[in-house]
């Protein structure tokens, strides 16, 4: 969705980039630029650079860069109208009319936002219709009270498969709206029916307070136990978490993270507002971000089961990349906090989190469940483990607790174990080491984008690409030049070749060749690689010069890989005229 370049600028320029990010990173100017820790990926060293003169963010670490409107979007997990809304709102300022197309995707969105509404609606209701009072005692079995079920929004999609079809078209919303709203699906016969039926409903609200999708339960044994939304133009299931929307309220000093949609509201319930769970899916690493940005500590209790204790090492991984503080919950005696907090109650469940461990106890708890400690052979293949588990503890201090630890478990001296961890230490170094210097032997590697979805086919093409762009950004004129001379066919990097073609069209239209004019147009990850490319800046110099070797350079490769050839001349004719006419521009 594009907005008008002058309302745009105005935005940009009551919304600087230091002042916006500085809300999220404490930043410490060094130099021209600003540094602080990646908000995006977990690390120690601040690598997160930001540029007060190009407006610019970029991550030495992970690779995420952009501008202002992008950080946001990341930051936010919004998309770019909704980062673009958010900025203004921030400044006071009124976003402008738009054109046909944009003003037909924002009421379309519009529409889809209404009709869930609607259907959450719909589904309330009907869950409260006197021929439902065996549906409203499932949740009155499950514990749960009328006032939690009405915030909630709890509701049923009655048995049928026309119900909520044909209660939506008596409000005026089409079947093609249904479809894209995730509510409805198609046989095979074209036949569109009711998605969810004969379920107990939960709706999916954004932190906004807009409703985005659904979790539909069954109330027997009968599979799929959850049947959950699709992905939709309004619902993105990895950016959102359930009951966000009301743990941002909460003044706890941690978020509990559980399972289900019946542990949340449970919890809720018991008091515990901070409760929040992933959607459908394994906890991703753009919902430990949204965490993040809400608390710095997170207590993970998913069930007692396999399944959920494999879930929660997962989650571990994840949630410490966003430095996490990260307890685990060990439940006992129930098989979820919903079945504990029934039997036991909310204290008997604060408890439990008081006495909640630290995730490296709770690691090892689980290491040592694989094995027989009480053999000789698996108490040698358990401290090995633990060993190797340790090495991942940054803290000297904290390993050596946990070593200590793991050597009474197995009922070995704490000097064995700090030796055995010293030993994997030491391994684990040299592998670094090793994979460092590979790193420094391979500058085809280095080259290469942080992505690697954007990865060169030709490196020494795609440098000389880089330096062009990074040339007409910072020297405009030079635009109407490299048309004449670089065809955009001979960009061997389909990215660059992207960015290429849209500097030309802008530029054609008077247009300003800058980050901002990029913004909402092209990918995050082509955004990311765009900010690398111009983070490094040009040196003063003869720009023009510069740009025809760069070109040069790139017209030889294409004569190499026989893009280019003169006409009935053989291609080593034609490298050889371009080589000579290079050493004579020399």
């Known amino acids: 969705m594009a907005f008008d370049r002058v309302f745009l600028d105005e935005l940009a320029a009551r919304n600087d980039i230091v002042d916006i990010v500085s809300q999220y990173v404490q930043l410490k100017k060094s130099g021209a630029n600003y540094f602080g820790l990646c908000p995006f990926h977990n690390e120690k060293t601040p690598s997160f650079s930001v540029?007060?003169?190009?407006?610019?963010?970029?991550?030495?670490?992970?690779g995420a860069g952009g501008g202002v409107i992008t950080f946001v979007m990341k930051a936010e997990g919004l998309e770019f109208p909704d980062a673009v809304r958010f900025l203004a709102d921030k400044a006071g300022m009124q976003v402008p009319e738009q054109n046909e197309a944009e003003r037909h995707a924002a009421h379309r969105r519009e529409r889809l936002y209404a009709l869930c509404k609607d259907a959450a609606r719909f589904f309330y209701d009907t869950l409260w219709l006197p021929e439902n009072r065996g549906v409203q005692q499932y949740f009155f079995s499950r514990g749960l009270?009328?006032?939690?079920?009405?915030?909630?929004g709890l509701g049923y999609a009655p048995d049928s498969f026309h119900a909520l079809l044909d209660a939506m078209c008596a409000k005026g919303y089409t079947r093609d709206?249904?479809?894209?709203?995730?509510l409805v699906s198609q046989s095979e016969k074209g036949r569109v029916y009711d998605r969810f039926r004969n379920r107990v409903m939960f709706p999916i609200i954004d932190v906004r307070g807009n409703v985005i999708a659904f979790g539909g339960r069954v109330m027997d044994d009968s599979k799929p136990k959850y049947l959950n939304s699709p992905e939709t133009p309004i619902f993105h299931k990895s950016r959102n978490l359930f009951a966000l929307n009301l743990a941002k309220k909460?003044?706890?000093?941690?978020?509990?993270?559980?399972e289900g949609y019946m542990d949340v509201i449970a919890l809720h319930q018991a008091g515990f507002d901070s409760a929040v769970a992933s959607l459908g899916t394994s906890l991703t690493e753009e919902q430990a971000h949204i965490i993040a940005r809400h608390t710095g500590q997170i207590v993970i209790s998913y069930d007692a089961d396999g399944a959920g204790q494999a879930a929660a090492q997962r989650a571990i991984d994840i949630l410490k990349k966003c430095d996490l503080q990260v307890k685990v919950l060990k439940i006992p005696g129930a098989k979820d906090p919903d079945e504990f907090i029934r039997e036991k109650g909310a204290d008997a469940y604060r408890a439990i989190i008081e006495r909640s461990e630290n995730h490296n106890a709770y690691r090892l708890e689980q290491l040592a469940g694989k094995y027989d400690l009480e053999d000789d052979e698996a108490?040698?293949?358990f401290l090995r483990d633990a060993a190797r588990m340790l090495t991942g503890i940054e803290s000297s201090i904290e390993r050596e607790v946990y070593a200590g630890r793991a050597a009474k478990m197995a009922g070995v001296t704490a000097e064995a174990m700090k030796n055995e961890v010293g030993r994997e230490l030491a391994i684990r170094r040299k592998r670094q080491k090793a994979q460092e210097r590979r790193q420094i032997r391979s500058p085809v590697g280095q080259a290469q984008p942080k992505d690697r979805t954007l990865a060169y086919t030709d490196?020494?093409?795609?440098?000389?690409?880089?330096?062009?762009l990074r040339l007409l950004f910072s020297d405009q004129p030079l635009i109407a030049e490299a048309e004449r001379e670089l065809p955009p066919a001979w960009f061997s990097a389909p990215v660059l070749r992207k960015i290429y073609e849209r500097v030309l069209t802008l530029d054609r239209a008077g247009q300003i060749v800058d980050v901002l004019s990029f913004e909402g147009w092209i990918e995050p990850n082509e955004m990311s690689l765009?900010?690398?490319i111009l983070e490094q800046g040009v040196p003063a110099g003869d720009h023009r010069r510069e740009m025809t070797e760069y070109i040069n350079t790139i017209r030889l490769q294409r004569v190499k890989d026989g893009t280019i050839r003169q006409a009935d001349e053989d291609p080593l004719l034609t490298f050889?005229?371009?080589k000579n006419k290079m050493r004579e521009d020399e």
């Open 530 to 532: 765009l900010s690398a």
């Open 145 to 152: 009270h009328r006032r939690v079920m009405n915030r909630f």
């Open 250 to 258: 909460t003044k706890s000093e941690y978020f509990i993270l559980a």
């Open 177 to 182: 709206e249904m479809m894209e709203a995730g």
């Open 459 to 468: 490196v020494r093409s795609a440098k000389a690409e880089e330096n062009v």
């Open 379 to 381: 108490r040698v293949l």
């Open 576 to 578: 050889g005229r371009i």
């Open 51 to 62: 540029s007060a003169d190009k407006q610019i963010f970029h991550c030495f670490g992970c």
